[in-house]
């Protein structure tokens, strides 16, 4: 599921460039060919190219694009999810929503969640990175280290991550008895149970910004920091002046796939916390959406909060998109 | 991060201090699983908490075997896994081809529909999808799971971008030489692929390998349910919760993907940011 859906963005950002490609850099026999294109290629070129797609593409349609439609139209009804016939309601699954308490409560879940989780595992994927590029004996090992947890099951990792921060007998508690430190109710207190589930996230996709933070670092030239050299400006400027500003678009890219990858988080949220503890300390958006439909039965309430959930990632990414354009340019 | 002079000597001795850290944040949490997975029940509750099994005992997972259907659970996901990552081959290596060697109208904007399910989150197709499936009555059963996850994006993609990248001329040449689709894609293409082919594969087997939600949503029982199913339902009742047991589960649970992981950890990362980095 998760790195699905962190392609999902690879190919929003990086999709321009294959495309142009394929215009610019194409020898003259593709032109030629591209030429025919316009009356189309044979009948049986087309066939087969139908034959080749549409599997897929019905595939897609079926279990992607009917959903999302169908979703929006859910919202406007009242339905157990399992009944034969829903009721028509108009807005009124979106007014509940508004004006119901614990919405906002887990907005503001989602929120903190959302962004620590982005803000946290980039800025430490750029400092691992950063530290991982140096000439440092063993770093191949630490490298390997930091993304293998990416590679882990959340739902693996979120029985491991629940033992390990049991109160009385985990590991976070012998470390924090060793130093003399309280150790906070992780099961109990609503703040901790999302730190909890806040720091188990990161821990788990701090590998992913890393390797693409490298990655990006691996591909700068090396003539910039010459000059930079050659200019007497310090490791600290250069790195202001130099390393940020090249690495803005894998930072531009990070935030949303980040972004649109801790949104939907349920594996860890589900077997670590069921979304408590004292009923929605942990709760997100997409956590409601599963509670709603599969819990209490009420899909067209879920599937409001769902679309509601889908507008706002529609409107963060246009923002993003935007800010970024205007930066870059 | 200064390519030309080298660190110094303290930020050398820095460097490693911090390697050290890292490695102990990514590995503690790993070796107090291990750990506790060799402890006896009993020796789970002392306090403080004990860093070392004592005395060292392998029965947690003789019980994964005997009390959990831990064998069907693996069965189940090597199963599904193995049939969503044939059909997600197959099907994103035939799109990939169609969009860059066939001539269809409007071509493009076919491969931007592909390409747009990228942005749909799973978490917003469960209800519809799950209401669909049940009106097929397939719930509890692995075409449940597996259909509506077999539709492939990001495979065709990735594959796509590669083949633009192959030299046209040798399509050319093979074209003149009589060479049909079929022999095309198989005997000039694919031979030359294998690095992406083997990205595509493996970032797709550590997906479904891992997903969570859908299988959890359709698979009501053991018959279908995979292993990351399985294993979180350990620890679903609010009764005693045998420790030792559930850490060896999860032991055996996320062994496989770290063994394959080792293995070809470069390719994945490859597939990954391939992607990304050009931006």
Request: hydrophobic letters at 50%; glycine letters at 6%.
């Amino acid at each position: 599921m998760f790195i699905h859906d962190d392609e999902a963005s690879t190919v929003q950002t990086s999709s321009s460039p294959p495309a142009e490609r394929s215009d610019s850099a194409a020898p003259p026999e593709r032109k030629l060919q591209r030429h025919r294109v316009r009356r189309g290629g044979s009948t049986g070129e087309k066939l087969l190219f139908l034959a080749l797609v549409l599997p897929n593409l019905a595939l897609l349609g079926m279990f992607v694009y009917r959903p999302l439609i169908d979703n929006i139209r859910l919202s406007f009804f009242d339905w157990n999810i399992s009944s034969p016939t829903s009721t028509f309601i108009g807005w009124s699954n979106y007014i509940e929503w508004w004006n119901r308490g614990d919405s906002w409560v887990v907005v503001q879940n989602t929120v903190i969640f959302t962004l620590a989780a982005v803000v946290g595992s980039m800025v430490l994927g750029l400092a691992l990175a950063l530290l991982l590029d140096q000439q440092l004996v063993g770093r191949g090992i630490v490298r390997s280290a930091v993304f293998a947890p990416f590679v882990i099951a959340g739902a693996a990792i979120g029985v491991a991550f629940q033992f390990i921060f049991d109160p009385r007998f985990g590991m976070i508690s012998a470390l924090l008895t060793m130093v003399d430190l309280p150790v906070p109710n992780f099961y109990q207190d609503p703040d901790w149970a999302l730190f909890m589930v806040t720091v188990t996230y990161i821990w788990k996709n701090l590998g992913y910004s890393f390797v693409i933070y490298l990655a990006a670092l691996q591909a700068k030239p090396a003539e910039l920091y010459e000059a930079a050299e050659m200019d007497g400006a310090g490791q600290w400027a250069t790195f202001r002046s130099v390393t940020l500003p090249l690495l803005r678009p894998t930072t531009f890219f990070l935030s949303i796939t980040v972004m649109l990858n801790s949104l939907q988080v349920f594996d860890i949220i589900y077997v670590m916390t069921r979304g408590g503890p004292q009923g929605n300390g942990t709760t997100t958006m997409v956590f409601q959406v599963y509670q709603e439909t599969f819990q209490n039965f009420r899909a067209g309430y879920g599937a409001t909060i769902a679309t509601i959930m889908f507008l706002v990632l529609l409107v963060i990414t246009a923002i993003q998109v935007r800010v970024m354009d205007r930066k870059t340019i | 991060m200064n390519p030309i002079s080298g660190p110094s000597r303290a930020m050398k001795v820095a460097g490693y201090l911090a390697m050290l850290l890292v490695l102990a944040i990514i590995a503690l949490p790993l070796y107090w699983v291990i750990v506790t997975s060799f402890k006896t029940p009993d020796m789970v509750y002392i306090q403080p908490p004990a860093w070392w099994p004592d005395p060292v005992t392998a029965d947690p997972y003789s019980r994964v075997v005997e009390q959990v259907p831990f064998l069907r659970y693996f069965a189940n996901s090597l199963i599904i896994t193995g049939a969503l990552v044939s059909a997600k081959l197959v099907l994103g290596i035939l799109s990939a081809y169609a969009f860059v060697y066939l001539r269809f109208p409007g071509r493009g904007v076919v491969f931007m529909l592909v390409l747009a399910a990228l942005m749909v989150p799973n978490q917003i197709t469960v209800i519809s999808n799950y209401a669909l499936i049940s009106q097929l009555g397939w719930i509890n059963t692995f075409q449940g799971i597996i259909f509506p996850l077999a539709g492939v994006a990001f495979g065709t993609f990735l594959m796509r971008n590669h083949f633009l990248t192959l030299p046209f001329e040798i399509i050319e040449a093979a074209r003149m030489d009589g060479c049909g689709h079929m022999k095309l894609l198989l005997r000039v293409l694919l031979p030359m692929s294998w690095p992406t082919v083997v990205a595509f594969a493996l970032i797709t087997i550590v997906n479904e390998w891992n997903e969570y939600l859908w299988p959890f949503l359709v698979a009501s029982d053991e018959t279908v349910a995979p292993l990351q199913v399985g294993l979180a339902r350990l620890i679903s009742t609010d009764a005693y919760i045998d420790w030792p047991m559930v850490m060896a589960a999860t032991i055996l649970t996320i062994t496989p993907i770290l063994i394959v992981f080792l293995l070809l950890q470069r390719h994945m990362i490859k597939g990954l940011t391939s992607g990304a980095v050009k931006g």
